[in-house]
């Protein structure tokens, strides 16, 4: 299939790691962060979201942090599988109105 | 539950040229958005329609207008194809106008203008 992650930073893995991946965001007034996997030949997929009058969120093996003061993202996966192989983007949105992609990493899991 | 679905998944068109891209909305979802994404970066915003009336756009062109239908389907035409249009075109849908209502994306059309 097609790749998505052509050109992209790469972050490399073993299987069983934690995997944290880093975005940064340009627009200061953004209040709603979201973080989008995509695997090749699919459209982005929801991971977890979190908004601006937080700074940490957890959900199932992942966990979003954002620091507004530098305005960082970033995405921590636990026990990385083989499964989460895939281009991890974050997203901003001011007033959730239209949501901005960020450039993307890609993840690499070794087996 | 069904998903977005695009149509079709791959075209092939020459520069110049004309098309519509096709879009059916998650079940129960009123709002649509469109996405391109060239290879290696992340999706850039063209528009939303919500309720069958365009509400926001992105930094495109003119050439790219869209429509929403009465069931909340959705086509993208661009006119005057260029190369650089070549791209992957993502349609997300979702329950409510804002972004906290959660995006449900198709896997998109792979356009090839040559």
């Known amino acids: 299939g097609e790749s998505v992650g052509l050109h992209l930073p790469t972050l490399s893995v073993q299987e069983g790691d934690n995997s944290i991946i880093n975005c940064a965001y340009s627009n200061s007034a953004s209040d709603y962060f979201i973080w989008y996997k995509q695997e090749s030949g699919k459209g982005p997929q929801f991971i977890i979201d979190i908004r601006s009058n937080m700074d940490k969120r957890q959900g199932q093996r992942v966990t979003v942090l954002l620091n507004k003061t530098v305005k960082h993202l970033s995405l921590q996966i636990a026990a990385t599988q083989p499964g989460d192989s895939a281009v991890y983007f974050c997203a901003e949105s001011r007033g959730y109105q239209k949501v901005t992609f960020g450039i993307g990493t890609k993840l690499q899991v070794i087996p | 539950e069904t998903g977005v679905t695009q149509s079709p998944t791959h075209l092939i068109k020459t520069r110049g040229q004309q098309v519509t891209l096709r879009c059916s909305s998650q079940s129960g979802h009123n709002t649509v958005s469109w996405y391109q994404q060239a290879l290696g970066q992340g999706p850039q915003f063209i528009f939303q329609?919500?309720?069958?009336?365009?509400?926001g756009r992105g930094n495109f062109p003119p050439r790219f207008s869209g429509l929403q239908f009465p069931n909340y389907s959705s086509e993208l035409n661009v006119n005057a194809l260029e190369l650089d249009d070549s791209a992957l075109y993502l349609c997300a849908s979702s329950p409510g106008q804002g972004a906290n209502y959660g995006y449900t994306f198709g896997s998109g059309t792979r356009l090839t203008v040559v």
């Open positions: 329609y919500y309720r069958e009336e365009e509400n």
